[in-house]
């Protein structure tokens, strides 16, 4: 009998080895913000194939089921309605878009599903806290409030806002006017502006009437790098400040030759910062597959290190609720210079920003 049941192991331990966690992702892979996409997405795989070469979790392998909304909430929530009710994931990870979290917010909370490291910095996921999100960047209004604070510092007040008509777009709005508050100072332009197909024919004008000194410009890849470009067309030199939702070299590379001196929040340290050791080790890994790190690769990076210290923490037998406390677990983990901390009360986990210029190379300068 003793024989038969080693034999009966032995006979099952390449299954055991092949077995899966399955992780859900939506995310605009076509679309006007495809370029960042891939980005955070081939960051994240850094690590998650780097973590699989050695064994995966607790024995078993991650899988990333990616499915592509196309930057349309509606999509986006039809994908996850998939994902979480047909493909059985443990967690969801590294969406993209603020309405389009908020598309699939009712079902998380419905199947008791972790959503890890959603790539947008809403305050609405923030506060107040929401049990089944997990935040791994700080939020928009911070960029928003720095980017205000950082022009007026530099003596800059004639400043338009350009905001996409939508959640992201508002949430941005209202830091940069706790920006304004602090600075004393009132923008002399608020545009609002449609998320899919904005019309500059009716944002540059009130920029250029106002004789504008920097436009503060909340939107997303291709709507800001159009508008840009439509910006210099009409013989402005405006500062252009945009959030860190683009800082991606997919957004540098649509701007071309415009893109030279446009200010980018960012909410982590510069990719060539090697004092701090998870910079260095996406560095290595980046090479070893000849890839370029971004600062969105960066993002995806540290996001799939979360995910793995969470599905780590669940055990050998994880579950969606198991993951979910394992997640609200974590204190003081170290990344790699930065130290992340999530409980029942703080779901944000790390509160960086700083600023990055793009150079006449089109790399990001600190």
Same mark, same amino acid.
């Given at each position: ?27 605009g ?21 780097s ?10 392998k ?109 949430d ?13 100072i ?6 609002k ?20 000194? /920097?436009?503060?410009?909340?939107? &997303?890849? %291709?709507?800001? +790098?159009?508008? #840009? $470009?439509? !910006?210099?067309a @009409?013989?402005?030199? /405006?500062?252009?400040?945009?959030? &860190?939702? %683009?800082a991606? +070299?997919g957004? #540098? $590379?649509? !701007?071309?030759? @415009? ?22 080790? @996406? ?84």
């Open positions: 009998m003793k024989k038969f049941v080693v034999a009966a192991v032995a006979a099952l331990a390449p299954l055991w080895a092949c077995s899966q966690i399955v992780i859900g992702q939506t995310a892979f076509s679309g006007p913000v495809a370029a960042g996409v891939k980005e955070t997405t081939d960051g994240a795989r850094l690590w998650i194939d973590v699989n070469a050695k064994g995966g979790v607790n024995g078993q991650i899988e990333l089921v990616s499915l592509d909304d196309k930057f349309e909430p509606p999509l986006a929530a039809a994908n996850a309605k998939v994902l979480i009710e047909e493909k059985n994931v443990l967690a969801m990870f590294l969406n993209r878009g603020t309405p389009h979290t908020e598309a699939i917010l009712p079902l998380l909370e419905a199947h008791g599903v972790a959503l890890v490291a959603p790539s947008t910095g809403a305050m609405l996921l923030h506060q107040p806290v929401k049990k089944t999100i997990f935040n791994v960047r700080s939020t928009y209004q911070r960029e928003a409030e720095k980017a205000v604070s950082h022009l007026h510092t530099l003596g800059i007040s004639r400043i338009v806002v350009v905001h996409a008509d939508d959640s992201f777009g508002l941005g709005l209202e830091g940069a006017n706790k920006g304004f508050a602090k600075a004393g009132q923008p002399v332009a608020v545009i502006a449609d998320r899919g197909k904005p019309d500059y024919s009716k944002i540059i004008p009130p920029i250029t009437s106002k004789d504008a000194q /920097a436009v503060l410009w909340i939107a &997303s890849g %291709n709507a800001v +790098a159009d508008g #840009v $470009k439509a !910006l210099r @009409a013989k402005s030199a /405006a500062q252009v400040v945009t959030l &860190s939702n %683009n991606s +070299a957004f #540098v $590379k649509s !701007l071309g030759s @415009a893109g030279h001196g446009v200010i980018v929040t960012q909410v982590f340290p510069s990719v060539r910062s090697y004092a701090y050791g998870f910079v260095k080790d @996406a560095a290595a890994l980046a090479k070893e597959k000849n890839l370029e790190l971004s600062p969105q690769m960066l993002e995806g990076f540290v996001a799939a290190k979360v995910l793995v210290e969470g599905l780590r923490r669940a055990g050998p037998n994880p579950t969606r609720a198991k993951v979910v406390a394992a997640l609200e677990s974590i204190r003081k983990f170290d990344l790699g210079g930065l130290e992340l901390n999530f409980g029942p009360e703080d779901h944000t986990g790390l509160d960086f920003a700083d600023l990055s210029i793009i150079g006449a190379d089109g790399k990001f300068k600190r």
